[in-house]
C-alpha cells in the first residue's frame, strides 16, 4: 500500500487495518472482509486492550481495502468515528458481482 501512516488519536494508541478472507458464498464464491485493529490508551482503558472493528463482506478484494483505508482514515477522530464509518459501509448497497 501507499498510504501514510495514519496518527490515531482520541483514546487510540495504534491502528492496523488489513483485509482477510471471509466465509464462502453459497456459489463458492471467496469473500473478503476489511478489520481493523484499535489498541485502546491503557490510561482511559485503565489497562492495555485490543478493539477489532469488521466491515462487510465483499466479493472484490479492492472493496474490502477501500472499506480498510476508510475507517482506517477515521481511526484519527476516536472509536466512536470508526465504528460510524463502519456501519456506514455496512448499511450501503454491496455489490454482488465482482468489478
Not at 469473500?31 to 490510561?43: N, P
Request: proline letters at 4%.
Amino acid at each position: 500500500r501507499d498510504r501514510a501512516p495514519v496518527v490515531p488519536g482520541n483514546g487510540i494508541e495504534t491502528v492496523e487495518a488489513k483485509v482477510v478472507d471471509a466465509r464462502t458464498r453459497h456459489s463458492g464464491e471467496q469473500t473478503y472482509q476489511a478489520e481493523i485493529y484499535l489498541g485502546l490508551d491503557a490510561q482511559a482503558a485503565g489497562r492495555q486492550r485490543t478493539m477489532c472493528v469488521r466491515g462487510p463482506c465483499r466479493v472484490d478484494k479492492s472493496q474490502a481495502q477501500a472499506d480498510a483505508d476508510r475507517m482506517e482514515d477515521a481511526a484519527k477522530d476516536g472509536i466512536k468515528a470508526v465504528r460510524e464509518v463502519a456501519a456506514e459501509i455496512k448499511r450501503t448497497r454491496i455489490s454482488t458481482t465482482p468489478a
